[in-house]
């Protein structure tokens, strides 16, 4: 989205936007006011149980109160937001896009979670809910889904890839639906319970703007999970999420501002997302300064610029996207590389990775470092044929090429 302004935001309480937007009166709010600090509950929450405002409005001002606190769209925006969403009975992703504020982060997530409910993996309801905690953390919508049990982790991987393949022409959307459907099938079966053993590879493209959660997550500085808790809580207390990450212990006064200033560097656009990430991470794991970091991370991008361009994918980093081998597992294949092809097979044999899929991944490969196949498609296609085997219903990457309409 990338609305520009010239400083950070100034806080926005959620009884302004309530107020401002019309959605409960400045009656109601005053009424609700002296019952939240009797009994510490959020206003917002008091204005619920009195029957002043839906659940579902509420959830969408703390989501818009946490996008202009990350600066993606001002609060003049979102109170002509809430205004649309009570007129015309919409839903916050449409009054974005009408007010012309839906920017890239918007789109993706909201076409993944419309796919994700068209195969039947996940219900509307579940959406929405998950959708608020993505907007508020800038956390992909298929990573808050499976985190929050809504939909297992491999079919938000085979969602999310199948979209970028969708937009790019390389698949149809029907035979996306049907192919999410044939794996939810081989997975109500247990075909994937010992045969995936990593973390799969999860992202969306977005402008050149990091949400403060994306950011600590991203840096290590607080783990996935923790920080969708932190969000939760965060949306229900009517609280920042930087001062709930400090409450909870996962961060300290001193990492939250090292955090926030290289969020300010993105948002001046100063620093790019790609690279605020590496800083906050040199930061925390080196304790240096901000400043340093940034100096740091410039000679190392300028001594590996060259080695980058010129780098192809190996097979450990193919087998680890999908799943197939853990992130520790890799320098265990990739000293086997080093080797011969006897040692690699051993090596694949013991983390459990079967020879047929072995073999498909290697052809994968040879397919992407000649460019035959993107990096996307390769692990699509490899994926499907791992979990086709695990199911005992094999295929064959020539078979699966052909069906995708893919050349070899």
Known sequence: MGVPMSKRASKVLVGDLLVKSELVSLAQFADA?????KTGLPVGRVLIASGFLPEDSFRQVLTLQSLIRDRLITEEVAIEALKLIAKEKIDLDQALKKLGHEGEFFEVTNRLGQLLIDSGAITASQRDEALAVSMASGLPLARVLSLRGYVNEHISFLALIAQALMRDNRIQRAKAIELLKIVQGYLKQGASDHNFRGTLAFGVKRTNTIRLGELLLLSGMVPEADLVAAVEKGLSDEEPLGQVLIRVGLVDDVGLSQALTVQEMVNNGILSAHDATYVLERVKSQGVSVSKAIVEQEKDKVKGGKQKEQAKVELDQILACCGLISEKDTERVRQALGKDSAAVDAVLSELGVKADVAHAASECLSLVNSQKLSEEEAT?????????????????LESILKELGWQK
Do not use: D, R, T
């Open 33 to 37: 006011m002296p019952v939240a600090l």
């Open 380 to 396: 699509f296609v490899l994926f499907i044929l791992a979990l086709c085997a695990a199911s005992g219903e094999p295929k064959s």
